[in-house]
């Protein structure tokens, strides 16, 4: 029997749908971003990182102006400028520095070196979330949250059981993959409390603003990738699936930080890596991606996890 109080049900059911939709989003913004590392200059750039870095800071710069000027609509521009000083605000930012250039810059490398196969190892964040979680939040996961955790892993070692012969980056990819998911993990923890403490949405408006900046402002001038972001620009169609991707991403985090905030880090983040299954099937549909046995069966058990995981009253 349920004994919650209608309040509190309301609250779960909200993160839930929110969490749910953030992997939906995701799932979308993965197949956009790819859509555009596949345009000139962006295919065939020199190194191995300039164009992850390049895509990875152009979406998350358009996802903090989409963000901020749906705060405008809402009345809200000026808490964003006024919870960055505060102490969740700084908190919000280090999530940003965390989930931006190191995660999101790890993916995207990941995905431009392993394909589809990067996917669904970087799901293996909702069990670094609950393990953080459990570190820094006391959030003890329960033997569900648990289980699922080990469904992800086990999904996580089927993935890499056989490695693509055309992919000669392969192993590369899945650490970059791997390295993400840690990242995601711990701004998972970070924008759990942080999100907690302010609007959701002007959290993660902060979040990609940051993000954004220091990936094009830092990140891309010490990475010696100036040249292609220029040329990028000038080039002007990949700027538009970065957009589009932008867009994607604000949607994505907006629904992840309030699930995060809803129902606790490990049960959001575990909604959130139905991305997984949503990124594997687009990239089938849409980027002609082989559909193989290990990464069919090892993204069902990966999301059968997530699941496992995230139905915990």
Request: net charge positive.
């Amino acid at each position: 029997m349920d004994n919650r109080k209608p309040n509190e049900k309301s609250i779960h059911t909200l993160g839930v749908s929110m969490g749910l939709f953030s992997g939906f989003a995701y799932g979308i913004y993965t197949t956009l971003v790819l859509i555009a590392g596949k345009q000139y200059p962006l295919a065939g750039a020199a190194g191995l990182l300039a164009a992850p870095y390049v895509c990875a800071g152009l979406n998350d710069l358009f996802a903090g102006i989409w963000l901020t000027c749906y705060n405008i609509k809402r009345g809200c521009i000026r808490k964003v400028w006024q919870n960055i000083f505060t102490r969740p605000g700084k908190l919000v930012i280090l999530g940003a520095l965390l989930g931006g250039p190191a995660a999101n810059g790890a993916y995207l490398a990941g995905l431009s070196m392993a394909g589809a196969y990067a996917i669904p190892i970087t799901a293996t964040c909702s069990f670094f979330g609950a393990l953080f979680a459990w570190i820094f939040l006391k959030q003890r996961p329960t033997k569900k949250v648990m289980a699922g955790m080990a469904l992800c892993a086990a999904g996580t070692i089927i993935i890499n059981w056989t490695k693509p012969e055309e992919s000669p980056h392969f192993t590369s990819g899945i650490i970059c993959a791997l390295f993400a998911a840690v990242s995601w993990g711990l701004e998972g923890v970070v924008a759990s409390y942080g999100g907690s403490k302010m609007d959701a949405d002007v959290a993660v408006n902060i979040r990609d603003l940051v993000s954004g900046i220091v990936i094009l402002a830092v990140i891309i001038p010490a990475a010696g990738a100036g040249a292609l972001l220029r040329d990028t620009l000038a080039a002007q169609t990949p700027v538009l699936w970065l957009a589009a991707s932008g867009l994607a991403a604000a949607m994505s985090f907006m629904a992840w930080y309030r699930a995060n905030a809803a129902v606790g880090c490990a049960v959001g983040m575990s909604l959130n890596v139905t991305y997984t299954f949503w990124g594997v099937l687009f990239c089938i549909l849409f980027l002609n991606q082989p559909l193989t046995a290990t990464i069919a069966v090892g993204s069902a058990v990966i999301m059968s996890g997530a699941v496992v995981a995230a139905v915990n009253p």
